[in-house]
């Protein structure tokens, strides 16, 4: 059997610098990266990561929802994935399709590396470039924001969404500013409220940033107010998209397009089970005539498999570069940057085409395991 799988080992490790607020709702975010790596009998290795947001400490709990999955990758062959999806997805474990997501993209990094190639050209290969966007912190204060965003401006950004108070007095106040000290230049913007507004709320804010010409309104109510989501796209013209975090299945999204509820579907490779459904999300959407503004906020790992679908199909148009950029590169030897016209380019090498410090990684992990034909490992 070729790229027999032997060995699962699984890693949980946080930047130090890695602390950042995406609203004035949350305390200090500790961002933590599990990060999954498959050898084969044969010499191969693919690895795969996800992230998990938590307020206080490290997150554990996402490693130990994949340790029950990895007694059932044993002996089976990494060009099976669909076969190792559907015998994952039948399994009784916690944090599902989140708890799959590392492990398909591993496999899928391995068998491209078996191939001899780049996993967006294995995966269809429709461009090698793809224009960025900043997708900035929560700030202290609006004279903040503004300096960000002339920083972001030297920087080459041409984009760049705003992570904000989450309250929609101070939010309109900011929008208003950032019109007033940018109106003048070539700049393009994006809200986010993390989900925060009432439908009332959510309705005047789209029709003031409609007037300012924002390229796009996220996350204004909860994913799973579909109703509200349906409503608010009838009544104004900016693009709506959810945030991407909730409704992570096949049919919950089907039934989101069918009802004319978002402008474009919104997932994370890493949250919605790897490359295999990512790529069927991208599919149905594309059937649809929607594009999929993919996340890719994370550390390298979780930035290059988002990365690599995009630059794959045609109907995603942004990549989220999450800055300041160093702390989520924490482990990575070859991290994605935003060049200075703007754009994020295909990682050189085959797979992912990330190279890992497996030193570092295994000198900070705060949880490590890893199962072989010997057992657990710890």
Not at 161 to 190: G, P, Q, S, Y
Not at 248 to 275: F, P
Request: glycine share 6%; aromatic share 10%.
């Amino acid at each position: 059997m070729k790229l027999k799988i032997s060995k699962v080992e699984v890693f949980v490790v946080v930047g130090p610098d890695a602390k950042y607020k995406t609203s004035s709702h949350y305390s200090d975010l500790t961002i933590t990266n599990t990060i999954v790596r498959i050898q084969t009998n044969d010499g191969y290795e693919g690895y795969g990561g996800a992230i998990s947001w938590t307020e206080a400490g490290v997150d554990k709990s996402l490693a130990e929802s994949i340790r029950h999955l990895i007694p059932f990758l044993m002996g089976k062959s990494a060009l099976q994935r669909e076969e190792i999806y559907a015998l994952m997805a039948s399994r009784c474990v916690q944090m599902t399709p989140q708890a799959q997501s590392p492990i398909d993209i591993a496999l899928w990094d391995l068998v491209s590396k078996y191939a001899g190639m780049p996993l967006y050209q294995m995966l269809g290969g429709a461009r090698e470039k793809i224009i960025s966007y900043a997708s900035t912190p929560f700030l202290p204060s609006i004279e903040d924001y503004i300096e960000h965003v002339h920083d972001l401006k030297e920087q080459g950004y041409k984009f760049i969404k705003f992570h904000t108070w989450c309250t929609f007095d101070e939010d309109m106040a900011l929008v208003k500013a950032i019109h007033e000290e940018f109106k003048d230049t070539n700049l393009t913007f994006m809200l986010d409220v993390e989900t925060a507004y009432t439908r009332e709320q959510a309705l005047k804010a789209a029709r003031i940033l409609e007037n300012y010409d924002y390229l796009w309104f996220e996350a204004p109510l909860p994913d799973t107010d579909l109703e509200g989501y349906r409503e608010l796209r009838s009544r104004v013209d900016i693009p709506i998209i959810p945030a991407g975090n909730t409704l992570l299945h096949l049919n919950q999204l089907e039934h989101g397009i069918q009802n004319g509820c978002w402008s474009s579907v919104r997932v994370d490779a890493t949250l919605a089970g790897g490359i295999t459904q990512t790529k069927k999300i991208m599919g149905i959407a594309e059937a649809n005539s929607m594009t999929v503004e993919l996340q890719s906020w994370g550390y390298t790992l979780s930035q290059a498999a988002n990365l690599h679908l995009m630059l794959a199909c045609t109907n995603s148009n942004f990549f989220e570069q999450a800055v300041p950029v160093e702390p989520l590169e924490f482990g990575a030897i070859n991290p994605i940057r935003t060049d200075q016209d703007g754009y994020v380019h295909a990682p050189k090498g085959n797979g992912l085409g990330i190279e890992m410090d497996w030193e570092m990684i295994s000198k900070n992990a705060v949880l490590k395991f890893a199962f072989d034909e010997t057992g657990w490992t710890e």
